[in-house]
């Protein structure tokens, strides 16, 4: 009952408030009714199912066709509502998920030994701002790919650190 306005009973004093519930005036073929009306007007204006599966579907091919211009060493995948199909093509904003193939960003605790040999690793250290990392290069590869290879910089204690501003200003002026 927590949702809802607030009320008395007879029992209660009056300084003592309880809440009731919204569906309390309304009975249950009423409140399902309304629902299947809902779900009507949803579908007759795409956000049914069948339109938001399609949606998605749609969403998952432009990606790889994107995907085939970037080349090898990206990939972009479309999240949020627009992966979900719930959103039209130009009805929001629309969330791409930048990875560099190749690279591995791994948590402390993982054997990084069982990884391949041709996947650069880097440590996620949290221990700075909540929701924040620093990346640590913790395994190199020779063949580096030049797109990180210039964002990476020393600490002045001979770790080498991935730097997340350098990167975001060169993405975003792409």
């Given at each position: 009952?927590?949702?809802?306005?607030?009320?008395?009973?007879?029992?209660?004093?009056?300084?003592?408030?309880?809440?009731?519930?919204?569906?309390?005036?309304?009975?249950?073929?009423?409140?399902?009714?309304?629902?299947?009306?809902?779900?009507?007007?949803?579908?007759?204006?795409?956000?049914?199912?069948?339109?938001?599966?399609?949606?998605?579907?749609?969403?998952?091919?432009?990606?790889l066709?994107?995907?085939?211009?970037?080349?090898?060493?990206?990939?972009?995948?479309?999240?949020?509502?627009?992966?979900?199909?719930?959103?039209?093509?130009?009805?929001?904003?629309?969330?791409?998920?930048?990875?560099?193939?190749?690279?591995?960003?791994?948590?402390?605790?993982?054997?990084?030994?069982y990884?391949?040999?041709?996947?650069?690793?880097?440590?996620?250290?949290?221990?700075?701002?909540?929701?924040?990392?620093?990346?640590?290069?913790?395994?190199p590869?020779?063949?580096r790919?030049?797109?990180?290879?210039?964002?990476?910089?020393?600490?002045?204690?001979?770790?080498?650190?991935?730097?997340?501003?350098?990167?975001?200003?060169?993405?975003?002026?792409?």
């Amino acid at each position: 009952m927590a949702e809802g306005g607030m009320g008395r009973t007879d029992f209660e004093p009056e300084s003592n408030i309880r809440h009731s519930s919204l569906y309390a005036r309304y009975s249950q073929n009423y409140i399902e009714s309304v629902s299947l009306e809902i779900s009507v007007i949803m579908t007759r204006l795409v956000y049914g199912e069948k339109n938001r599966r399609w949606r998605a579907e749609k969403f998952k091919e432009f990606d790889l066709l994107r995907n085939a211009a970037l080349g090898r060493y990206m990939t972009g995948i479309t999240v949020g509502s627009k992966a979900e199909g719930l959103t039209c093509w130009l009805e929001s904003a629309k969330d791409w998920l930048m990875v560099v193939n190749g690279i591995l960003c791994v948590e402390a605790g993982i054997n990084i030994n069982y990884i391949l040999n041709d996947i650069e690793v880097y440590r996620m250290d949290p221990s700075v701002y909540p929701g924040h990392c620093r990346l640590f290069l913790e395994k190199p590869v020779t063949a580096r790919s030049n797109i990180i290879h210039k964002y990476l910089c020393e600490d002045g204690d001979a770790n080498v650190l991935l730097s997340s501003s350098v990167l975001l200003d060169e993405c975003l002026a792409f």
